[in-house]
T-cell receptor, first 111, second 115 residues
């Protein structure tokens, strides 16, 4: 299973943009990049995913490097409710169907 | 859409006892996943079903663990002869697999404490 590397923790001020990096140097051509986040005392929730092109949705944006060996989740204006653990996951489209979660990045948002 | 429901929310048991957890997925979702999560770690894959078929089971899952999904609806996860190392949050997720893309919807989990 391809692996991802994320910083253990990050801090951001409220109302400012947050860039959460993820390295996935062993990514294969069929791996989708998924992001989930887990708020305290809840199960993970889907944030965004992409394959090659940058993606936007109401929650966030996903910027994927041209060589696909890294990606960045962008929260445009962090709020206190965005404080969570963010997981970057590679999802093999053609093979095994399980999602492999790492330890993620714990985002702290300062008021 | 009422979301993924897991019961019970909390379970305290004594070592050696059997426990069973239930997961009710989002209606008509054809895939159902079980994960386990310990403090400070990300969720760890246990097994998953497509409809009623159990398609993959983690090598880390001992024979004391068994999961079922009769009729492709709700699922149960049973742990026999519980050990203290089984203490964890057990998460269930469901999805609608269309052959292209997939989003997992997680429940709030069942917190198991083995004394």
């Amino acid at each position: 299973d391809a692996k991802t590397t994320q910083p253990n923790s990050m801090e951001s001020n409220e109302e400012e943009p947050v860039h959460l990096p993820c390295n996935h140097s062993t990514i294969s051509g069929t791996d989708y990049i998924h992001w989930y986040r887990q708020l305290p005392s809840q199960g993970p929730e889907y944030v965004i995913h992409g394959l090659t092109s940058n993606v936007n949705n109401r929650m966030a944006s996903l910027a994927i490097a041209e060589d696909r060996k890294s990606s960045t989740l962008i929260l445009h204006r962090a709020t206190l409710r965005d404080a969570a653990v963010y997981y970057c996951i590679l999802r093999d489209f053609s093979g095994t169907y399980k999602y492999i979660f790492g330890t993620g990045t714990r985002l702290k948002v300062l008021a | 859409d009422t979301g993924v429901s897991q019961n019970p929310r909390h379970k305290i048991t004594k070592r050696g006892q059997n426990v069973t957890f239930r997961c009710d997925p989002i209606s008509e979702h054809n895939r159902l996943y079980w994960y386990r999560q310990t403090l400070g770690q990300g969720p760890e894959f246990l097994t998953y079903f497509q409809n009623e078929a159990q398609l993959e089971k983690s090598r880390l899952l001992s024979d004391r663990f068994s999961a079922e999904r009769p009729k492709g609806s709700f699922s149960t996860l049973e742990i026999q002869r519980t050990e203290q190392g089984d203490s964890a949050m057990y998460l269930c997720a469901s999805s609608q697999w269309t052959g292209l893309e997939e989003k997992l919807f997680f429940g709030s989990g069942t917190q198991l404490s083995v004394l």
